[in-house]
């Protein structure tokens, strides 16, 4: 089990970016959370196992289709096992 913080730069809010990353998240099997944060960054964390996480990141990288991803701040974190789905924060 791994944890992995993402921060994604870009065209990511009101393109239903965070629906989008809960759809992949349920898809890998993953726990954590998506939310808009007022800089206009779409934060995620995420637990899973280790390829689930670096398929995650992957198509996090690339965004839904009208979504413009500039970057991705990946950064691995000590996995706590806190959450037991993944969602999505207001």
């Not at 995420?46 to 970057?71: H, I, M, N, Q, Y």
């Not at 691995?76 to 096992?81: D, I, L, M, S, V």
């Amino acid at each position: 089990m791994k944890r992995i913080h993402l921060i994604i730069y870009g065209d990511v809010q009101g393109v239903g970016y965070r629906s989008w990353a809960l759809r992949q998240a349920m898809e890998l099997s993953l726990t954590g959370w998506v939310k808009n944060r007022a800089d206009g960054v779409v934060e995620l964390m995420a637990e899973g196992t280790t390829d689930s996480l670096a398929e995650f990141t992957a198509r996090c990288r690339r965004g839904p289709e009208v979504a413009w991803v500039e970057k991705v701040v990946a950064t691995e974190q000590k996995p706590t096992g806190e959450f037991v789905s993944f969602t999505m924060e207001h």
